[in-house]
């Protein structure tokens, strides 16, 4: 883990130490997004950036992955069960100047054809604050953007034309897919578990 990193271009001149759990938000424009983006590299912790605002969030936690794959998971059997030909992306790099935002979502996916952006992108957020993150993925037009937060599960898709998410029941770009049947899959202890509570539940 790095000391203190020196935000010199910052309103305050303040120093900042990357934070051992949740985030450290402070004022700083993209090439200050960039250098901290390039000197955190491969210490596990990330960089996010959003208009003149920039996120260093801490290394994933145990809880954190466990919870990212297990939705993966049943993201991937759904596709599977249904015939949806999808492609895994990761936290794939989401990076454009022009837009004023940079970051990676914790697990993307792409469903029928793979694109510059994915079609869904998801969130596991164990701690409260830092940026907003449905302002985020607006930015690059992300049709649809999953949040798990307090042991809840919300889908939020984006309005085509006019910009913006609505929380829904169903995902639009898996379309019969309820998030009602994935929530509870996803609070069980075992990845194997929820996959077969998932399949018993999509089947009947």
């Not at 997004?33 to 210490?43: A, N």
């Not at 449905?134 to 939020?156: C, Q």
């Not at 910009?163 to 995902?171: C, H, Q, R, V």
Request: glycine share 10%; charged share 25%; aromatic share 10%.
């Amino acid at each position: 883990m790095p000391g203190l990193l020196i935000a010199q271009e910052t309103e305050s001149n303040s120093e900042y130490r990357v934070p051992e759990s949740g985030s450290t938000l402070l004022w700083g424009d993209w090439s200050l997004y960039e250098k901290l983006d390039e000197l955190l590299s491969g210490t596990g912790a990330r960089v996010r950036f959003l208009g003149a605002v920039i996120e260093i969030m801490a290394p994933h936690s145990t809880d954190h992955e466990f919870k990212k794959g297990i939705i993966g998971c049943l993201v991937e059997t759904y596709c599977r069960i249904k015939g949806i030909r999808f492609s895994t992306f990761g936290n794939m790099t989401l990076k454009d100047e022009a837009k004023e935002a940079g970051g990676e979502p914790d697990e993307c996916y792409c469903f029928h054809e793979n694109k510059d952006y994915p079609d869904l992108a998801i969130e596991v957020a164990l701690t409260s604050g830092g940026l907003n993150k449905l302002a985020f993925y607006d930015k690059f037009e992300i049709p649809e953007v999953w949040i798990w937060r307090g042991g809840k599960l919300t889908a939020y898709v984006r309005n085509a034309e006019a910009g913006g998410y609505t929380a829904a029941e169903e995902s639009a770009v898996l379309p019969g897919l309820m998030l009602a049947d994935v929530e509870p899959c996803a609070a069980l202890a075992y990845t194997s578990d929820a996959i077969a509570e998932f399949e018993r539940r999509i089947a009947g």
